[in-house]
């Protein structure tokens, strides 16, 4: 089983900052991809940021050059510092661990739970 958690959701101003953390954890060979996503209500998850084994990052357009998505390979861990907050930015952030297992050989997809960020004056 693998485990994804999330924290350091929070309240906070306009033009402030947060850092999220994420933390895979369980029975796997190796983390792929990980990106981080957020959704407000009655609206679709959206993509914010991916961080690919690779090293290759993207953004979502609307966060590129405040945001930035950067990983600890050695701890399963991955980060997403937001700078410059805006109101449009409040949302449940959620991150996404792709996983590698043996026996067969497969790939997963595993979610955290959650953690609200809202930005407001």
Known sequence: QV?????????????????????????????????WYRQVPE?????????????TKTYAESVRGRFTISRDYAKNTVYLQMNSLKPEDTAVYYC???????????RYDYWGQGTQVTVSS
């Open 3 to 35: 485990q994804v958690v999330e924290s350091g959701g929070g309240l906070v101003q306009p033009g402030g900052s947060l850092r999220l953390s994420c933390v895979a954890s369980g029975n796997f060979v190796r983390l792929h991809d990980m990106g």
């Open 96 to 106: 996404k661990a792709g996983v590698e297992v043996n026996n067969p050989p497969r």
């Open 43 to 55: 609206k679709e998850r959206e993509l914010v940021a991916l961080s690919a084994r690779s090293g």
